[in-house]
């Protein structure tokens, strides 16, 4: 048996988010992330900075093991929300379109599906996106749709499956503005 305490990994208290590695560098916009595994002293939290170009969109998705708090540095944002299936009327509507400008905040709860788009054709947009997960996982509509047989689409949407046939699941995390390019 030893007498010596296991190493622990020392705790760094300051992280430089707008120098970070971009884990996300497509045309329309960046991502940055601080996680508890880039930032040690993060404990139940990890913070995004989100650039989107004019016009750009973070493309729908939902955070299965996350609520999101989003902060707006810069810019002005267009985010949609839905309420997942069951929510009463009387706790949320189905679906709502929130705009958000410097120095407000929307909340975003766990499970939720949205998205969120830049409100401007021209000017970017800059926001902290700070999650109640130290290492969130996110589920977007391009990984749900291409895993999805095109005929259970078109049972879904009620339309032939040929309409799901060639479609494009490139962008994955943001889509640029139509008619854009980096």
Do not use: C
């Amino acid at each position: 048996m030893s007498d010596t305490a296991p190493a622990q990994t020392p705790l760094t208290f300051t992280f430089d988010l707008g120098n970070a590695p971009k884990t996300v560098d497509v045309p329309g916009g960046t991502i940055q992330e601080a996680k508890r595994s880039d930032f040690s002293a993060l404990q139940d939290v990890a913070i995004f900075l989100l650039t989107l170009e004019g016009g750009a969109l973070r493309v729908p998705h939902w955070h299965p093991d996350a609520g999101e708090l989003d902060y707006v540095i810069s810019g002005n944002a267009t985010i949609g929300l839905a309420a997942p299936d069951g929510t009463p009327a009387s706790v949320a509507p189905q679906w709502q379109t929130l705009s958000v400008g410097p120095g407000q905040l929307a909340f975003l709860p766990r499970g939720w599906y949205h998205y969120i788009q830049n409100a401007s054709p021209t000017e970017p947009l800059q926001m902290l996106v700070i999650f109640t997960n130290a290492e969130p996982s996110d589920i977007g509509i391009a990984e749900a749709f291409s895993g999805t047989p095109a005929a259970l689409l078109a049972q879904t949407f009620g339309v032939g499956a040929s309409t799901f046939q060639g479609l494009q699941f490139g962008n994955t995390y943001i889509a640029a503005a139509p008619g854009t390019s980096r």
